[in-house]
């Protein structure tokens, strides 16, 4: 008697499995399956309008032995268009900046905003100054990352004719 009840209840949970997959199916026919997938909580979330404008910088300080440094600086960013000499296009000075075994972080912009069109030129260098010595040589070429700020300002083509996978209309 139970194994019949048992039997009857898997019957019936298979029934509602394959209906609600049959029902997504057909929900999947429209929109590209964006309708099943937002019936299954599952649908991506639309993009960000803005890109965050702050830049994660970590570095490692060492004293002249080369051991690692502890406490607190006062650190000075620029970034130039040049390796060396090259105009200082922007700059922030960061106090009280912790170091432990010669690590520390920092967000770049937070303070003194990045520029939209920082990044618009490919070669981009940043100099490091630690109060009261002078910018550390040779200045670290900024890679592809930071460059994403200027993609943000992409959403502004004049040429583009999709979106989110859908045909703009003619």
């Known amino acids: 008697m139970l194994y019949k009840k048992f039997q009857t209840f898997a019957q019936i949970v298979g029934f509602v499995t394959i209906g609600l997959l049959a029902v997504l199916g057909l929900l999947s026919l429209f929109n590209g399956g964006n309708l099943a997938l937002a019936a299954l909580g599952l649908a991506q979330a639309a993009p960000q309008t803005t890109a ?46 912790t170091v432990r075994e010669g690590h520390f972080n920092v967000l770049l912009g937070y303070s003194t905003p990045l520029p ?25 070429r900024i890679a592809s990352v930071p460059y994403a700020f200027y993609a943000d300002s992409a959403f502004q083509a004049e040429h583009t004719d999709r979106a989110y996978g859908l045909s703009a209309p003619d």
Do not use: C
């Not at 060492?62 to 040049?82: E, Q, V, W």
């Open 52 to 97: 965050p404008q702050v830049m994660n910088y970590q570095g490692i300080l060492k004293d002249a032995a080369g051991d690692p440094l502890n406490g607190t600086y006062t650190i000075t960013f620029r970034i130039y268009d040049s390796e060396i000499g090259g105009t200082a296009l922007w700059e922030e000075t960061h106090a009280n900046v």
């Open 116 to 140: 939209d069109t920082l990044f618009s030129q490919p070669d981009r260098y940043i100099g490091v100054t630690v109060e009261p010595y002078t910018e550390m040589t040779p200045r670290q």
